[in-house]
């Protein structure tokens, strides 16, 4: 298994793409937001003829308002790339969500918990009423290991760490065993200049509002999809919805996807970190001829390189 990873809008979809004209690969998705159908602009999803031109799994999986876990991840991931291997090819993990990739790559066993609706809703109430820190707190006494992986203000994986504990009565990470993987497995890591990347980020953002990103996002909402729900908790849903119902303007909507998306980025190192030796990484460079958000240099010829070694 070949994984490409790295932060958001870096360029791993594009290179993804460009190695599969070369190798006889399939993609496994890992990201947490493009599991949701109808969610395709904010979570830049790739589009219906590049699904159709390399075959994609673990994207469009589920409805926006039905329960996701790092477990029902797992076991999709593993079908596909069991099914990939059985036909001969390549499996190509592509994300930027570190929980999802590391699972795959280090060979996790996921502990099989179904989720507790009542205990959930109860923990989500203790959440508004005493603030998600109290559970984030709570967690760490519990399972400081757990916690340490997970960002305080991901309410979502925090109430599904405690659901786990009170329904077994163990912390997580122990619960969370791992086992190598009987394949070998390159990981390749793209990353770039933080400032550059922003800048990328910016103008991405700025596309999926030309793209038609409020459009997208009244529709969720015409199928009955709420504002509560998780999936529409993702950067760029919650903020349109917030403009939608007049508590921000355009502007301040889109100046706060960004912010977050750049805060998400830095989220992002600490799961792929540069000095992890396990990451081949490779930087994206962009020259000022062709400063464009999708220009990628060498990188494409250099991981080529690297696969054919790799599989050799």
Avoid: C
């Avoid at 700025?206 to 990103?213: A, Y």
């Avoid at 992002?268 to 220009?295: C, N």
């Amino acid at each position: 298994m070949i994984a490409i990873i790295g932060p958001t809008a870096v360029g791993k979809s594009e290179l993804a793409l460009h190695l599969a004209q070369y190798f006889p690969v399939e993609i496994i998705g890992a990201d947490s937001r493009q599991v949701y159908r109808y969610m395709d602009i904010g979570t830049n999803k790739p589009s219906l003829a590049e699904r159709a031109s390399v075959p994609h799994h673990v994207i469009d999986v589920i409805e926006p308002d039905e329960d996701f876990s790092l477990a029902m991840y797992h076991q999709l991931a593993i079908e596909a790339l069991k099914a990939i291997q059985q036909k001969g090819k390549l499996p190509l993990l592509v994300g930027g969500s570190g929980l999802y990739v590391w699972s795959l790559v280090e060979g996790w066993k996921i502990p099989q918990v179904p989720p507790d609706q009542q205990r959930r809703r109860q923990l989500e109430a203790r959440a508004e009423q005493e603030g998600s820190h109290r559970l984030y707190q709570e967690l760490q006494d519990i399972d400081p290991v757990a916690a340490a992986k997970i960002n305080p203000s991901n309410i979502r994986r925090i109430i599904r760490a405690l659901e786990i504990y009170q329904t077994t009565r163990q912390p997580p990470s122990q619960l969370q065993r791992k086992k190598a993987p009987d394949f070998p497995v390159l990981v390749v890591g793209l990353t770039q200049e933080r400032s550059e990347l922003y800048r990328r980020i910016d103008l991405r953002v700025d596309k999926m509002i030309q793209r038609g990103l409020i459009e997208e996002v009244e529709q969720l909402l015409k199928k009955g999809y709420s504002h509560s729900l998780p999936s529409m908790s993702g950067i760029g849903y919650k903020q349109i919805g917030q403009f939608l119902r007049g508590e921000m303007t355009l502007t301040e909507a889109i100046d706060k996807i960004k912010y977050e998306t750049h805060k998400l980025v830095r989220h992002q190192y600490a799961w792929f970190r540069l000095g992890d030796s396990r990451i081949h990484w490779l930087d994206v460079s962009v020259t000022e001829e062709k400063a464009s958000p999708d220009f990628m240099g060498v990188i494409p010829d250099k991981v080529k390189g690297i696969i054919e070694s790799f599989i050799s």
